[in-house]
């Protein structure tokens, strides 16, 4: 019964780290590829305008670097934003310990029963 509550605990314990991990990835990935996309859309809405591809391209890159650089200087805004990713990992790293702890009542319940019982008895042959 002890092997198969430490494969569940295990298990779970996984799962909810696999889960942290892709929020993490997630989050920090979007942060990653948000102004490419504001590049494309200003990209696009400019060639449906009609501006030719290759000078929308010069002209709606430095039009999503303005955008960003317009949102770092809300005061705030971009310390938050790292602040939530920050507490993303914190409630990972939580989450893992709570698991650990859990498999340390586990683990030294079950040497707790074997001191109670005594020395085990050698094989008889």
């Known amino acids: 019964m002890k092997h198969l509550n430490l494969s ?3 298990l779970f ?5 696999f889960f942290f991990i892709f929020i993490v990835l997630f989050y920090f990935g979007t942060l990653l590829l948000l102004p490419l996309a504001v590049a494309l859309f200003l990209n696009t809405l400019l060639e449906l305008i ?4 290759v000078i929308a391209i010069f002209i709606s890159i430095p039009g999503a670097i303005w955008i ?3 949102l770092y200087q809300i005061s705030g805004l971009f310390q938050t ?3 939530t990713g920050n507490q993303f990992i ?3 790293i ?3 310990k709570r698991y650990e702890a859990i498999l340390e009542s586990i683990t030294s319940s079950t040497e707790e ?8 008895e050698p094989p008889k042959k």
């Open 8 to 10: 569940l605990v295990r």
């Open 13 to 17: 314990q996984f799962s909810t780290m």
């Open 50 to 53: 009609g501006v030719n591809g």
């Open 68 to 70: 960003g650089y317009s």
């Open 81 to 83: 934003i790292l602040d």
């Open 90 to 92: 914190n409630n990972g």
């Open 94 to 96: 939580s989450q893992n």
């Open 113 to 120: 029963t074997k001191i109670l019982k005594g020395p085990e």
